[in-house]
């Protein structure tokens, strides 16, 4: 029995079988709750109940965990994330800012997971072709949320280590495609080989509802399209441009 006492992740798991269990916690199983997270928030328990039928109660709501061919630490850390996700989901739904932004929890959650890792699995799926099923959702609530949030117009900042075939397009007057989601900020200060400031036009500010919130968020849909204006050394000044049309609209 995985008793509650004991619902942490044994300290003996090393790193890489940890991001075994977290692949499979994000992969196959909170994908499929996304669109009723009221059913996910009901799993937090108010009771004694042990873990292992805490467990058994979110794979009868998800239809995909096998309870007997996981580990105890496997089960112990998707029980433990779970726990963790929504508990910080309730704390972003608190914030003023977005109480009344038209957001659903759904979409909430989606941003919210790309702030803290996600944005590594999304970004790095747009990036190559044959998304699956589960990525694909999640990059579609996080566009319709964004969609939702009002648009930032003013000056970001990125700082990037760009190759050197990208940098040789990044002349004046060129337009330069960003084909993923493109965080962005406000706030100044990087450590990488180039400092890209971008003239927003349509970027939305998500910091209320980061993991992170003094990174100042500024987030772009995928394949905004950016033209070079100037450039200074390794600093590159940039202007969105915007043809009144969405770059990657919401299904």
Do not use: W
Not at 7 to 12: E, N, Y
Not at 94 to 105: A, I, K, M, V, Y
Not at 205 to 215: F, G, K, N, Q, W
């Amino acid at each position: 029995m995985l008793a509650m006492q004991t619902a942490t992740p044994d300290p003996m798991v090393n790193a890489e079988y940890m991001e075994v269990a977290y692949e499979v916690a994000i992969r196959k199983t909170i994908p499929k709750t996304l669109e009723d997270l009221t059913k996910y928030k009901s799993m937090i328990p108010t009771t004694n109940t042990d873990a292992e039928t805490e467990l058994k109660q979110l794979e009868s709501l998800t239809n995909n965990l096998n309870i007997s061919k996981l580990t105890d630490p496997e089960a112990i850390y998707i029980y433990n994330l779970y726990l963790d996700y929504s508990m910080k989901l309730k704390t972003v739904k608190s914030r003023p800012e977005f109480t009344d932004c038209g957001l659903t929890d759904s979409e909430l959650f989606a941003i919210y997971f790309y702030t803290m890792n996600g944005y590594r699995r999304l970004n790095e799926s747009l990036r190559s072709p044959g998304l699956d099923s589960e990525t694909n959702e999640l990059i579609r609530l996080t566009s319709n949320g964004l969609f939702k949030l009002k648009k930032y117009e003013g000056i970001v900042h990125r700082g990037e280590n760009v190759r050197a075939d990208r940098l040789e397009r990044m002349k004046v007057g060129n337009e330069i495609d960003f084909p993923t989601f493109t965080s962005t900020s406000k706030a100044e200060g990087f450590m990488k080989s180039n400092k890209l400031n971008m003239h927003s036009k349509e970027g939305r500010y998500i910091a209320p509802l980061s993991d992170i919130r003094s990174e100042e968020e500024v987030l772009f849909m995928p394949n905004s399209r950016f033209r070079v204006t100037e450039v200074k050394g390794t600093e590159i000044m940039l202007e969105q441009v915007v043809d009144g049309a969405p770059t990657l609209r919401p299904k």
